[in-house]
């Protein structure tokens, strides 16, 4: 399958600091990339859903201004955690889909490693 | 919303298929099955998804019922790395909602 990298795979920070995440896809050109959370033994959470070049679409609860989704080519999107707490300590899991680079499509969505952050 | 229902756990020996049920009676004409798993603190692998047909690849085979209203994952011979959780999803447009999904733990 595909092939999604996440850096760094942990970090961990001050309160109120502001942590970025990369997420790139290594063999095919993501049109659309997605960012999950993922809380101790709980499933994972979509947080936004994004398009190349286009704003992020972010689901209901979650603040985009908090949680800034960049998604600027089509092998990279960064999120970045502003400001953050230690409530948004979790396991960030990004996850993309789109056309390989060697020609068509592919609509099966692959997933990052993961992210893990502690906020202390 | 096409919501999926599955067990919470299951167990399987060794060398043994495990089969992993998974409900989706609201399912859409056009909405694909998706299975993925995920092993404790990695991000969820991808498995297999269908339509309407059964599917075979390497990892596993998916059995989608007639009314495709629920399907069965199938790893034809389990191992202990096989233990993770294992997540039945019905896309929706252009997302994957995860639900709580199956804990299958593979015994020796």
């Known amino acids: 399958g595909a092939v999604v990298s996440q850096h760094p795979s942990w970090v961990i920070c001050k309160s109120g600091t502001s942590v970025k995440i990369e997420c790139r896809s290594l063999?095919?050109?993501?049109?659309?990339m997605f960012w999950y959370r993922q809380f101790p033994k709980q499933s994972l959470m979509l947080m936004a859903t994004?398009?190349?070049?286009?704003?992020?679409?972010?689901e209901q609860g979650v603040e985009k201004d908090k949680f800034l989704i960049n998604h600027a080519s089509l092998t990279l999107s960064t999120l970045t955690v502003t400001s953050a707490h230690p409530e948004d300590s979790s396991f960030y899991i990004c996850?993309?889909?789109?056309?390989?680079?060697?020609?068509?499509?592919?609509?099966?969505?692959?997933f990052g490693p993961g992210t893990r952050l502690t906020v202390l | 919303d096409a919501k999926t229902t599955q067990p919470p756990s299951m167990d399987c020996a060794e060398g043994r298929a495990a089969n992993l049920p998974c409900n989706h009676s609201?399912?859409?004409?056009?909405?694909?099955v998706y299975w993925y798993r995920q092993i404790h603190s990695q991000g969820p692998q991808y498995i297999i998804h269908?339509?309407?047909n059964n599917e075979t690849n390497e990892m596993a085979s998916l059995i989608i019922t007639e009314d495709r209203k629920s399907s069965t994952l199938i790893l034809p011979h389990a191992t202990l790395r096989d233990t993770a959780v294992y997540y039945c999803?019905?896309?929706?447009?252009?997302?994957?909602?995860f639900g709580a999904g199956t804990i299958l733990r593979v015994k020796s």
């Open positions: 996850s993309a889909r789109g056309k390989a680079k060697g020609g068509g499509s592919t609509d099966t969505q692959y």
């Open positions: 063999d095919f050109q993501a049109t659309t």
């Open positions: 994004s398009n190349e070049g286009s704003k992020a679409t972010y």
């Open positions: 609201t399912i859409s004409g056009n909405e694909y």
């Open positions: 269908g339509l309407k």
């Open positions: 999803i019905v896309r929706n447009g252009n997302k994957l909602v």
